[in-house]
Nanobody, 115 residues
Framework: QVHLVESGGGLVQAGGSLRLSCAAS??????????MGWYRQAPGKQREWVAT???????NYADSVKGRFTISRDNDKSTVYLQMNNLKPEDTAVYYC???????WGQGTQVTVSS
């Protein structure tokens, strides 16, 4: 099991930016092999997938965030990031990171976008 800690959430106006971080409690060698993902859950809605980055650095995005969000990883720091630009009120949610290899989730970080 890997322990994940998200940070970087907050309150931002529409059109603004935030950068989320997710630090994993595993060594660089293990972290670098794992596909990492970001998910989000808005009030009253199911958790949904946002983006993933695999061990080779290839990325995939949900259509709703494509062109606005960028997922990246720093294997030396065992950390995955989510750069969120041009935020919209509908992006308001708790954002979670997930290590697909271990099936571990972080505790989540709140992102609130005001109109």
């Amino acid at each position: 099991q890997v322990h994940l800690v998200e940070s970087g959430g907050g309150l931002v106006q529409a059109g603004g930016s935030l950068r989320l971080s997710c630090a994993a409690s595993v060594s660089r060698s293990i972290f670098s092999m794992n596909t990492m993902g970001w998910y989000r859950q808005a009030p009253g809605k199911q958790r949904e997938w946002v983006a993933t980055v695999n061990s080779g650095g290839s990325t995939n995005y949900a259509d709703s965030v494509k062109g606005r969000f960028t997922i990246s990883r720093d294997n030396d720091k065992s950390t995955v990031y989510l750069q969120m630009n041009n935020l919209k009120p509908e992006d308001t949610a708790v954002y979670y990171c997930k290590d697909n290899a271990f099936g571990s989730w972080g505790q989540g970080t709140q992102v609130t976008v005001s109109s």
